[in-house]
Structure formats: C-alpha cells, structure tokens
C-alpha cells in the first residue's frame, strides 16, 4: 500500500490527497482475477472516478450528513398530513453520485458504466467497498433497492415487474424509486415466524395492517413486507411476502405512517423509522406461504453487502493508521518504526485484508449462482452468512483500534475515525445478528453440505494456483479440520459451538484465498499474510512464550 504523506510538523497526518482506489493496489490486483481483461479496463476510470471522492467531497458530505441527520414533519404549515423527511441536501447529493452517477442500485440490472450489459457483481461489491470508505448509511437504501428489484424480478408477478422496473433502475435521481424492507416487529426481530401483521384479501390486492418496528429507508418508494394473511398458520410456514408502495396507483398515499425515526448510534445520514399499517395496498409476491424463503433474496444480498461495507470501513481505518504511523513521530522515531505498533498495525492488517479477500470471493460466487452452477449455489449459500458473521465482527474491533492509533484526536468528531467507530457496529446487527448468522452457517452444512463444497473449492484454487507445496500442504490440513468441525457441530445439533467453529472455517478459507492469490499474482505480501492467519488464527499460540521472530520479518515486508 502506498501511502506517502508527510506530515507538517506538530499537524496530524492527513489523507485528503489520497486515491482510495489508487492507494489499494490489492484491490485492483484481485479484480483482475475475477473480472476480464476488458471489463477491467472498461470499469476501471469509474474505480479511480470514486476513489477520488472518497478522501474529498464525499467525506464531506458524508460528515455534514452524518451531523445533521433527517427529520421527520408530520405536517406542513398548512396543517395537512404530509409525512415527510427532510434530509441534508449533503445527503442528497450523495444520493446523486451513488444511486445516479455510479448507478450502485441499478447496474446489475441494466447496462451501466459504460459497459453493454449488467456490471459484474464483483464489480459492484468493489464499487460498495470504495464508497464504505466514506460513507456506510447510504449503501443501505443502495443495497435495499438493488435486492428489491433482484426479488421482484425473480418472484414477482411480470404486470409488477413492469410497472416498477424502469423507475427502480431510472438513470436520473429524479425518477428514481428507492427500495426498502419492512419486516423487524416488536416481538418479531430474528424470529420471523412470530410476525404479527395481517394481510386480508382485496380485490386483486391485499390490506395490511400491524406494527413495523425497523424501518430503514423510511419513505421509499416501494417496500417488502412480511405479513400473514387471515387465516394462514401460525408460524414461519403462514407467513407471505407483499409489496408496499409508498403511493398507491393513482397517486394518492398509501394507509400507513411513519410513527417516528430512530435516533441511532450510527448510519445517522439515513432514516430509519417505525411504522404503521392501517389497512395499507399492497400485492403479494410469489407464492403465500413462502414469503421468507423469498425475502431470503433480499437479505442475503443485503448481508453480503453489510460484509462489503464493513470491509470498505476496515480498509479505510488501515489506511488512517497508516498514515498517522508514518507521518508522526514519537521519542525519536516515526511511529511506523515503533515495535508496539508495527505489531499493532499487522494486528489492523490481517483482517482487513481477509476481509477483502473473502468479500470478492463470495460475490464470485454470487455470479456463478446466478450463472446456475451447482458449486456456486452451495459456496453463496454458506459464504454469505460466513462473510457477515466474522467480517462484521472484525470491522469492530479495527475500527476501534484504529482510532486509538491516531491518538487523542481520533476521539474527536471532526476526524472520520469516530463515525468509523458508529458505523462499524451495525453491520453485526442488521439483517441478524452474530448468532442468528453463525447458526445458518451450521444450517448450510447441514441442509446442503455446503461446507464440503468450500473445503473442495479452496483445495482446488490452491492446487490451480501453485502454491507451494509446504503451505498448501498445512493449509490442506487446518481447512479439513476447519471443514469437519462445522460438519460435525452441524450433525450433532451443537448450536453452543457454532459461533468458534464458523469463525475456524472463515479464517481457514481466508488463508487459502490468501495462499492462492499470491500465487497467482507472485505477491510475496499476501503469502506473508496467509502466514498471519495460520500463526495468530488457527494456530494456538502460548501467551507467555518468546516471539519467534516471524512476526516482525512479516511487518518488514508487509509495513515497508
């Protein structure tokens, strides 16, 4: 990573200057493992495009948003009910360059970026991850809106499809209808099957009528909705997937309101509200019955980019670190120089780089699901939870450190550190939390062997690649192991295990695809870093023995 900032004397590092995208030559190197050579080409101005703004004008308007969060008018002036947000026109001109400039929630639907056909998913996530390093609430209504369109496209009835496509993938922010899901109650947050919403038969529509407790993307143009209709089961079996739109056909609004918006520890640019539904239209969505099989869609895609943005927030804290390290000094020597901290900065390192390694490995296999290949199927199927547990997790922690390692100032709101901090913590809660993901990780293995799957798919990445004989030898091993353990905590129902087994098998996948990609790309560095993983992650360790030495060899070549 080159970073080459100096600071002036006694003034904190800064990385205004910088390229994200230019500053992350790992990024550019792994895309041209997944993406083809002119694709590449085609997509990489927009790639240097966004990484300009991310150090200038989008952290600013990310900062002022994320200052002045939305508000919430039941009534204008007048005394009429109007039920609208206002938002920072920060805000809204992030929206421009996110849902309009980049077409974020529309390219895999439409041809964008100049390329003649929808932008690869890799492609995409990698947009997600760059624009994560400024700004984390908006790729919320982004995701939402591309999952949207993705489950109505798949489950849809096609007089739906029509209607509301063109407005989902609009070029212009104007004619944009954003997209949200409306399913967390009061005593229905991970446990889907105690929705208490009702849906009653209406013509060719539906009625609804019930609480919904988080809303993100509060007045979005359409919304999925779980609900269970008059006379259906009780449990997850009664419940059925709807469409809500913010304006019923003819233009008037729908029959529900928005109660309040939350005031929220972070993601503070983006409304997030409560709301009721008093009799409010809506279409149901596929067949009754299995509407969370079919918002199942929606929520992968929307876990998958909850990993993608808590990578981009670890990439962007490394970043900070580094920088400060190299431009500050301390009791005669550059921070960077410092063992303490060269040791803390690997700590920073290695699962950022994890992360990002993961994170386009999974969206590959997003492609190749899509594309109908059976492997694909299975590894998105167990990868997606696998990325927002540990990746989420791990983003925490980062950004966390990250800010002790400016110091003082990292503490203060008008450095990007603190938001970092706020934000980090959402990805491990929205769209389930830690142990809701870890558990589905076991249900993967045990529904569909998705786990053998990933074990055969790494081992024979590895061999492809040529790693060394030695290291793919070890790395044979720890993933074996880290393939039986979640096998075995599967098939024995050990719920208890599933969060230490399913964080084994990430960090065993992490370190092939670690293994593999340097040698792919004879990059001495991510071979040094798949050593990391195996030393500090899958490796025990005594706490109390002498360094071997290999840890401080590593940050010469990974810190230089």
Known sequence: MDLSVTATHGLQPDTRDLNAFDADPALAALLGLYLAPGDLEMLTPAFQRLGALVHGRLDELAHAADRTPPVLRHRDRQGQDIQAIDKHPAYVEMERIGFQDFAM??????????????VPHVAKYALQYLFAEAEFGLLCPISMTDALTRTIRRYGAPDLVARYLPGLTAERLEEQIQGAMFMTEKAAGSDVGATETVARRDGDGWRLSGDKWFCSNTDAGLALVLARPEGAPSGIKGVSLFLLPREVPGGTANSYRIIRLKDKLGTRSMASGEITLDGAFAWMVG??????????????????????????????????????????????????????????LLKLMVPAEQALSVTLFTADALARADAGEAEGIKLRRILTPLVKFRVCRDARKVAGDAMEARGGVGYIEEWIEPRLVRDAHLGSIWEGTSNIVALDVLRAARKEAAHTALGEALSGRMAEAGVADGLRGRLDGLLARAVAAVGSAAETGADDRARSVASGLYHAASACLLAAEGAQLGDVRRTALAELVIRHKLTPRDPLGNADGEDAMAADLLLA
């Open 105 to 118: 929630a529309a390219m895999s639907h439409r041809p964008a970026l100049g390329l003649d056909r929808p």
């Open 287 to 344: 067949e009754p019955g299995q509407g969370f099989v079919q918002m199942a869609e929606m929520i992968n895609q929307s876990r998958l980019s909850n990993a993608v943005r808590s990578a981009g927030i670890m990439r962007r804290a490394l970043r900070e670190a580094l920088v400060v390290a190299r431009g500050r000094s301390a009791f005669g020597s550059r921070l960077i120089d410092l063992p303490l901290q060269r040791r803390q």
